[in-house]
């Protein structure tokens, strides 16, 4: 199957940016920012090549992929994949932006 174009939501965007940036604080190094874009990265070229892998949420067309202590909430068609959010998961469940069944 061809690979999708990756289309990021701001939202998405924003989330990893904050995420980021708290561990280069946090750490004072950039080291585990580095590898954890990278981490992401590869995966969302996965996904954008077999989407199915995503277990579904709530509304059926959005899925999330477990990747460790991270969550990538997506959907997709033919031609795309949209990164919907990315969040922590050690974060507050209840601010999850989707729930899944």
Not at 70 to 93: G, K, M, V, W
Request: hydrophobic share 35%.
């Amino acid at each position: 199957m061809a690979r999708r174009q990756i289309v990021w939501s701001s939202d998405a965007e924003n989330q990893f940016k904050q995420i980021l940036n708290y561990f280069i604080s946090r750490n004072q190094s950039t080291r585990y920012s580095s590898r954890l874009l990278s981490i992401i990265t590869d995966a969302t070229h996965q996904i954008s090549q077999t989407p199915e892998i995503g277990l579904h949420c709530e509304n059926q067309r959005t899925r999330v992929l477990i990747l460790k202590d991270y969550l990538i909430y997506y959907e997709f068609t033919d031609s795309h994949l949209f990164i919907l959010n990315i969040r922590d998961a050690r974060q507050n469940p209840n601010n999850a932006p989707f729930e899944r069944i």
